[in-house]
């Protein structure tokens, strides 16, 4: 190739790397959140000291959080992430204040003493204004302010897909977490601040009271909550694998009575869960359910309800089977998470397929538990319905970028059709429970959790991957009968595509190993039908 073919080359693929960015419409606040930028990559999240004060009056916040990191690498230039119209209104370090340039969203704290690699130093930096009102929590990120049914203020915060940023100054990116954290909100007297982890003080003033939280795991950002409402506590004592576990419930006083008898359900989750996951990962933290005036979700250890405490999804069955109203889907779907989001974590949020589909997964585990196998396969190849297959799971990288919402259901059902694969129901429970201990507390790629599979069940898994989590073709087993042969083969699929499948023949399951060119066996019958455990079609030509 001629150096002027290979310029013009060149020159195509820059024209059309271009044209594709600015098809998504990506900004410069698109990089400076979901990228690991030279100002985030140079230090190393240690701990988080947050205080923070709410008035709800207002409906503004202040506080200040410390940040405490390992250098890694020298220099001098720390970025901060606090989102508009919420304002960065000081930084100071050994208690000097520091000029911190504003770029949008990101802020960049100029240091002023010499970082030395290996050591340990933290920042403050001071925070205040009128963070963003969730429109449609918990899809819509922000706070929500309301009024329980006596008047009181009710009160809550989420921020998946939007970030942390969009109410406390952090890093906002999701492949450094935290390795503990300090949680103080001061609130109205008459009220009381639930957050994550155990409540280790409560400070009374004249008309205001602090409540004090600490964290002794690794936390992700968005997983950070503040719930704040005429809460009632009441508690007991699991018996889990590693030891007590401590379960507390935080609901609204006139709501008491009807958590209390819904909420049983909560030991039963843990108990199916341990089972098949290995044991719940934040012992340390204890477990919590707390009332919120949205539907709810998975902030660690402190995961938050607002299922009217009701059996399904909100009353309603999302599979259409009857099976999804024998449990209430938050506490299951939203604890599901302290195992895939909370313990293992995405790296980068184009691969939240990890969290939401083996979540979806988990609802089917805890049917699996309770009603047996048949019931758990009936509810995930009933939620399918569901699926659009409108973009691949997997979102574009270093951008903030989420994939296909069919990560939920579309994901439970690659997972379901992962465990065909198997083979043995006993190893499929042991490889869950590895993967939660392999890689405990970690974040994680896509890439590094397919492979993980890939050698657990012993099949190269990259072309099934790539068809299920980068394509949104289903792929389509084609056969045909003629002179008492069976030919087969997959269509519809990315190049490489060679899933084994089982097929039923004559009531008897036949497993075949088809590829994108035909191939031949032996039958006597002139139809087989799918397996529908497989998520696959299937076509007679």
């Known amino acids: ?36 930028t030279q100002e985030r990559s140079w230090w190393d999240l240690k701990y988080y000291n947050l205080e923070v004060t709410v008035d709800s009056n207002s409906r503004s916040i202040h506080g200040k959080n410390t940040i405490h990191y ?8 720390m970025q901060i992430d606090l989102q508009i119209p919420m304002q960065l209104t000081k930084a100071t370090q050994q208690g000097k204040s520091l000029k911190i340039d504003h770029d949008g969203n990101a802020h960049y704290i100029n240091i002023e003493s010499t970082q030395v690699k290996n050591s340990v130093d933290s ?24 009024k329980d049914q006596n008047g009181n203020d009710f009160i809550a915060t989420t921020c998946q897909g939007i970030g942390a940023s969009v109410w406390w100054p952090n890093k906002d990116h999701m492949y450094d977490e935290v390795d503990s954290m300090k949680i103080r909100v001061n609130v109205p007297k008459h009220l009381m601040a639930v957050s994550n982890g155990r409540l280790i003080n409560i400070s009374k003033h ?65 108990k199916a869960f341990e089972y098949w996951l290995g044991p719940y990962p934040f012992y340390e933290d204890s477990y919590k359910l707390v009332e919120v005036p949205y539907l709810g979700m998975e902030h ?34 939203e604890s599901g998470h302290e195992w895939f989001a909370n313990n293992i974590t995405n790296k980068d949020i184009a691969d939240m397929w990890i969290h939401e589909g083996f979540t979806a997964y988990t609802e089917n585990l805890f049917l699996d538990y309770y009603y047996g196998k048949e019931a758990s396969a ?37 997972i379901h059709t992962l465990r065909q694969l198997t083979k043995d129901d006993e190893k499929w429970r042991q490889m869950l429970r590895k993967m939660n201990a392999e890689f405990y507390h970690q974040t994680v790629t896509s890439l590094q959790i397919e492979s993980f599979l890939s050698k657990e069940i012993g099949w190269n898994l990259k072309f099934f991957f790539n068809q299920y989590l980068r394509d949104v073709r289903i792929p389509v ?32 399951n036949l497993w075949l190993y088809p590829t994108e060119s035909w191939q031949t066996t032996p039958t006597t019958v ?16």
């Open 70 to 77: 390992k250098v890694l690498e020298s220099n001098k230039r």
């Open 206 to 270: 004249d008309t205001t009271a602090s409540y004090t939280w600490v964290v002794s795991n690794p936390i992700n950002n968005y997983g950070v909550n503040i719930n704040i409402g005429d809460y009632v506590n009441f508690s007991e004592i699991y018996k889990g694998e590693k030891g007590n576990l401590d379960m507390n419930y935080y609901v609204l006083k006139p709501h008491l009575e009807k958590a209390k008898k819904q909420f049983l359900e909560a030991p039963k989750m843990m």
């Open 477 to 508: 087993l084609e056969y045909k009968i003629d002179g008492g042969k069976l030919k087969f083969r997959w269509n519809n699929v990315v190049s490489g595509f060679d899933m084994p499948v089982e097929v039923i023949k004559e009531k008897q």
């Open 378 to 414: 009936a509810y995930v190849i009933g939620t399918r319905k569901r699926i659009q297959n409108d973009r691949p799971l997997i979102g574009d990288y270093n951008v903030n970028n989420e994939g296909s919402s069919d990560m939920y259901y579309k994901g439970a059902n690659i």
């Open 300 to 333: 660690q250890s402190s995961v938050t309800y607002g299922n009217q405490f009701k059996n399904g999804y909100l009353g309603r069955d999302l599979s259409g089977t009857g099976w999804g109203l024998k449990f209430d889907f938050i506490i299951v779907h």
């Open 123 to 146: 920042i403050t930096v001071h925070f205040e204004g009128r963070p963003k009102a969730a429109v449609r929590p918990p899809w819509d990120g922000g706070f929500t302010w309301t």
């Open 526 to 541: 002139s139809k087989i039908e799918i397996d529908s455990d497989y998520y696959i079609n299937l076509k007679k030509l």
């Open 1 to 36: 190739m001629s150096v002027k073919q290979i310029y013009f080359l060149a020159l195509i693929c820059f024209f059309c790397i271009q044209t594709q960015l600015q098809a998504q419409d990506y900004t410069r606040q698109d990089t400076l959140r979901g990228s690991i």
